[in-house]
């Protein structure tokens, strides 16, 4: 099984790169299409679910091959959904307090709060490269919170909402992991999305945030959101994740946030402070470092990539 397995995930040339390479680059746009909204950071979460949603709910028609899913299983994939939604509102909001490049690449911290709560709450004590990473990614936070707090930026709360959906990531990552080995892709994704679409649409209105869509910009930021970065972009992290080794992927998910950076300041005017260039560098290098013997899957931002194990056990 071992070597037919790798003759399989290397056996498609260049076209996992590709896939690689623009999953990533709609990734790197979403905190532009969110600047690019005039409406909450948790409203444009709203839609940037929905949109997707709507597109994948009809699949369940042409995936009847699927075994049905046990009451628990949708237990654990709705308590997913609530904390990816919770991902997305802290995400999208901070992004619209603090720098796109800030969010981005304080958001990356995802493997860091996930080797934490495994080791806290399933005893796996983390290597050596996790506690330097760790350090690494702290430091490289602090510097980057400083320089905002220094500049009366919010003081610092678009950083600290960028740092809790890291966390909110990390714990849905978690909730769900062992329910992608045994569930379909498309089975496994549409009660994801509907769960996370209805959390988001309670999270609204009782927050009071008005989803109405004002004309201009607005609309084509949110079909961004959610045809490019979310559908789109994920799309095609799962058909690369699928056929690339874990080392090759691991790095070049971390192009995401300097990505991000450099965009924002061609298209938002955001500089690129040596503040925001050193933190950042940091805790690329510290995230890069925890992360190096975790699988692929759990650097992603999003939940589309989250059933590449199942969709290979299918199609062995």
């Not at 849905?172 to 045994?182: F, I, P, Q, S």
């Not at 379909?184 to 996370?196: D, E, H, K, Q, Y």
């Not at 988001?200 to 989803?211: E, Q, R």
């Amino acid at each position: 099984m071992a070597p037919a397995a790798t003759h399989t995930r290397n056996s498609h040339g260049l076209w996992p790169y590709l896939a690689l390479t623009a999953g990533i680059l709609c990734i790197s746009w979403s905190a532009i299409f969110v600047r690019w909204t005039d409406i909450p950071g948790v409203a444009s979460a709203f839609y940037r679910v929905l949109i997707p949603a709507v597109i994948l709910l009809p699949t369940a028609l042409f995936d009847r091959r699927s075994p049905g899913i046990h009451l628990r299983t949708l237990g654990i994939i709705a308590i997913g959904g609530f904390f990816f939604a919770a991902d997305l509102a802290l995400y999208n909001t901070a992004i619209l307090r603090t720098s796109a490049a800030n969010a981005t690449l304080l958001g990356n911290n995802t493997p860091i709060v996930v080797g934490l709560l495994t080791w806290l709450v399933f005893g796996r004590r983390p290597k050596p490269a996790f506690w330097i990473g760790l350090v690494l990614a702290l430091a490289g936070a602090l510097v980057i919170v400083w320089s905002d707090v220094a500049r009366h930026v919010q003081l610092g709360s678009g950083d600290l909402m960028s740092l809790g959906a890291a966390a909110c990531f990390a714990v849905y990552l978690m909730a769900t992991e062992r329910v992608r080995g045994t569930t379909g892709t498309l089975a496994f994704l549409r009660p994801a999305m509907i769960a996370s679409v209805v959390f988001l649409l309670a999270m609204n209105l009782m927050m009071g945030v008005s989803l109405a869509i004002p004309a201009g910009r607005t609309i084509g930021g949110l079909l961004g959101l959610g045809l490019v970065s979310q559908l789109g972009g994920y799309l095609a992290l799962t058909y690369a994740l699928g056929h690339l080794p874990a080392t090759v992927t691991s790095v070049s998910l971390l192009v995401q946030g300097p990505l991000t950076a450099i965009l924002a300041a061609w298209l938002l005017g955001e500089p690129l402070t040596g503040a925001l260039i050193l933190g950042g560098a940091l805790v690329l290098l510290g995230v890069g470092l925890a992360n190096r013997d975790r699988p692929p899957a759990e650097e992603v931002n999003a939940t589309l990539c989250e059933a590449v194990e199942s969709e290979e056990m299918e199609t062995v």
